[in-house]
Nanobody, 121 residues
Framework: QVQLVESGGGLVQAGGSLRLSCAAS????????MGWFRQAPGKEREFVAAISWSAGSTLYADSVKGRFTISRDNAKNTVYLQMNSLKPEDTGVYYC??????????????WGQGTQVTVSS
């Protein structure tokens, strides 16, 4: 059974930083890409960033380029999302997902439970 567990969310002031972690267990390597998505109240889930387990290739949403960095530690089966220069509009529930790539949430079929990120102005 594959399990994804996020951690690291919290409350931070605008301009601050947070680092999210996603620990994967089980046969998740059948899914070559890990992604982060977020969902704000009343809004649709949106893509944030993705990384491939093998080559470490990355993809970012335009809204987070230059502020967020996705990385992975293959030895620990963990993916990270370093978030700097946070803005109130970054507020939402952040989900880790395993799948087959791209920014399309439909390409991901395994999801964590989510972790709340709140950025105050």
């Amino acid at each position: 059974q594959v399990q994804l567990v996020e951690s690291g969310g919290g409350l931070v002031q605008a301009g601050g930083s947070l680092r999210l972690s996603c620990a994967a267990s089980g046969r998740f390597f059948s899914r070559p890409v890990m992604g982060w998505f977020r969902q704000a109240p009343g809004k649709e889930r949106e893509f944030v960033a993705a990384i491939s387990w093998s080559a470490g290739s990355t993809l970012y949403a335009d809204s987070v380029k230059g502020r967020f960095t996705i990385s992975r530690d293959n030895a620990k089966n963990t993916v990270y999302l370093q978030m700097n220069s946070l803005k109130p509009e970054d507020t939402g529930v952040y989900y880790c997902a395993a799948g087959y790539g791209s920014s399309d949430y439909r390409k991901y079929d395994l999801w964590g439970q989510g972790t709340q990120v709140t950025v105050s102005s």
